[in-house]
């Protein structure tokens, strides 16, 4: 590789991205930028499959443990943390890994992003209360009601996205779908992406037994210390969304632990799907 490289490792939860990051971080002697969107909130750890404290200590990892859940977190400050960092790397090394499951940060990366007109500080406001008082269901109902585009062809899986198509609606009267464009922005440095697949019962069979490995380390009681912010951004995330559940007596444990596997296989093959497009 003649001129600087970030090699970027994608592919969906539970396919090995971590080890095979660390393993090709030590052979290059670089060091690694998480494109995780959860695994950057210092209160969540296990629920995310963060890397361990061993996995750590091997290789320096930038974008873990760097915000809190009260925090906002977005596609364009992951851009800007990313470029800062990769460009840090870059002073002593040729080579910098990008390791993670966040298609659309690790888009944004690699491709920047569409400028997106400027929202009205007043209906976003509303929005968010108005998600915070009524939840994912409300959310839906609206996006579906005022914006049908982005309602079939949108991230309808992610609160995040769907709060920002919603606000921009309201505010331009145009779909946030409607603003993205094909330019793609000419990094000053090499991508080469690396894609991991794995035949769909093994990766299945990983989720079912790293869902089994996360409640004996402990999930359900770092679920329950954040069942005061369950309604925050940061928790729209599987593994404790049914958790909570299960708190409020909408579950039973083992109901619970089942609905976590299935919607964590569920999230893995929109993974592929997304990534397999975006790399076509």
């Known amino acids: 590789m003649n ?7 994608s592919g969906p939860t539970a396919v090995g991205k ?6 090709l971080a030590l052979k290059y002697n670089t060091q690694i ?18 890397p361990s404290k061993e996995q750590l200590e091997k290789v320096k990892h930038y974008f873990i443990d760097t915000h809190s859940i009260h925090e906002e977190m977005n ?21 910098a890994i990008m390791v993670g499951g ?5 888009k944004a990366f690699a491709e920047g992003l569409d400028e997106i007109p400027q929202v009205d500080e007043t209906i976003r406001k509303k929005v968010n209360e108005d998600y ?13 009601l005022h914006d049908t585009h982005f309602f079939s062809k949108g991230e309808m899986q992610n609160p995040q996205r769907m709060l920002r198509a919603l606000e921009v609606k309201l505010s331009t009267g145009k779909s946030i779908l409607d603003f993205h464009s094909q330019r793609k922005i000419k990094r000053e440095f090499e991508i080469k992406n ?27 009681k770092e679920a329950e210390s954040l069942l005061p912010f369950k309604n925050l951004n940061a928790l729209q995330t599987v593994g404790y969304k049914e ?34 497009k975006y790399l076509s």
């Not at 494109?35 to 629920?47: H, N, P, V």
């Not at 364009?76 to 090394?93: D, Q, S």
């Open 3 to 9: 001129k600087k490289t970030c090699i970027i490792i």
């Open 18 to 23: 971590t080890s095979y990051g660390i393993d």
């Open 33 to 50: 930028i998480s494109a995780d969107s959860r695994q950057c909130f210092k209160e969540l750890t296990i629920g995310v499959a963060k």
């Open 75 to 95: 596609v364009k400050m992951f851009e800007e943390y990313a470029l800062n960092t990769v460009n840090e790397i870059f002073k002593k090394n040729d080579v």
């Open 102 to 106: 966040t298609g659309m940060y690790i």
């Open 132 to 144: 915070l008082i009524h939840g994912i269901e409300w959310l839906t109902t609206e996006i579906k």
């Open 194 to 220: 690396i894609l991991l697949e794995l035949p769909r019962e093994q990766l299945y069979e990983n989720i079912n037994k790293r869902v089994d490995k996360m409640m004996e380390s402990g999930l359900l």
């Open 243 to 276: 958790l909570f559940e299960y708190f409020e007596g909408k579950f039973s444990l083992e109901k619970a632990i089942e609905e976590i596997k299935k919607n964590t296989r569920h999230y893995a093959k929109r993974q592929m799907t997304w990534f397999k």
